[in-house]
């Protein structure tokens, strides 16, 4: 399945665009989509940390993934 | 009452005050956080943020929601800025009112430390010589 991912901040520069599309395979979980990003942009690995929101909400890394949620990439934030 | 907003605009601390205003409270605490001239002793021309909007607003909502339930505060404001922004202009402002002070103080530290834990906000520092996402790496 392919999964639309929105990127903000540093992640937007790492996949160079606000968007991108991943292929993963049916009942992948975030861990998943970590190490594809991870492969695919190995700059990922370079930030502190970063997590994955799902429809507008933290998700851990067991969280199956379906083709039409809302996924976000959020590195790490810098608010206030 | 709780006021979530996210503005391009200058925000505006009368406003805040203006909103978390009320008879049953005692005290007020209003946190206002500016640009800084310098990080590091290295000079800073401006900060951009940027935020993913819907969460942001939904994070800083579960914040306040949080504190007021704790500090038992009567109000709560939070107002966060976007966009370019100048040295010396304001990015957040957090407004408490709650009976007594001392309440007041502790939730409206907690929402500003909660706050840069956890929204998706971000901001980039624009230097001479370049530009840096803040606390992006390790």
């Known amino acids: 399945m392919k999964i639309q991912i929105l990127a903000f901040g540093i992640a937007k520069d790492i996949i160079k665009g606000q968007r991108a599309e991943i292929e993963l395979s049916e009942g992948n979980d975030i861990h998943a989509l970590k190490n594809k990003l991870c492969e695919q942009f190995p700059d990922f690995k370079k930030l502190r940390s970063f997590s994955i929101a799902v429809n507008a909400d933290y998700q851990t890394d067991q969280y199956i993934l379906n083709e039409n949620d809302e996924v976000v990439i959020i590195p790490p934030v810098s608010g206030g | ?138």
């Open chain 2, 1 to 138: 009452m709780i006021d979530i907003q996210l503005k391009n605009e200058a925000l505006s601390v009368e406003e805040c005050s203006e909103l978390v205003a009320s008879n049953a409270t005692g005290g007020t605490v209003l946190f206002i956080g500016t640009v800084r001239n310098q990080t590091q002793g290295k000079k800073v021309l401006r900060l951009d943020f940027e935020a993913y909007e819907p969460m942001a607003i939904s994070e800083m909502r579960k914040i306040a929601v949080e504190a007021k339930a704790r500090w038992n505060a009567e109000k709560i404001a939070i107002h966060h800025r976007l966009g370019s922004l100048q040295i010396q202009e304001i990015a957040v402002i957090i407004a408490v009112a709650t009976p007594h002070r001392k309440a007041a103080f502790e939730a409206c530290q907690f929402c500003i430390d909660t706050l840069k834990e956890t929204v998706p906000i971000w901001k980039k520092e624009i230097f001479e010589d370049g530009e840096v996402w803040v606390a992006a790496h390790p």
